[in-house]
């Protein structure tokens, strides 16, 4: 089963965007998402895979409509409650 990351062959998308940026980020919040996910994985919380997958899990629209470090928030939210180191919606609640 194909996942909504998953788009190869697939059309409609438009061009590909091949131009070099050179700003690995653009706000200072997705330097503090990439810190998170370094200081979470290294304390064991989880791993590369299991953060991949919760990437990739997104639903299709929520995965089509968030840029690329929201996508990585969305991720350790998820993997955050799936750990129950969250409570699921405690952090929409804030």
Known sequence: MARINDVGGTQGFGAVDI???AEPFHADWEARVVGLLNALREQGLFNTNEFRDAIESMPPTEYL???YYERWFEAIRILLERKG???PGE???R
């Open 91 to 93: 952090l929409d609640a």
């Open 19 to 21: 131009t070099d940026d």
């Open 65 to 67: 409509s968030t840029s």
């Open 85 to 87: 180191v969250l409570k």
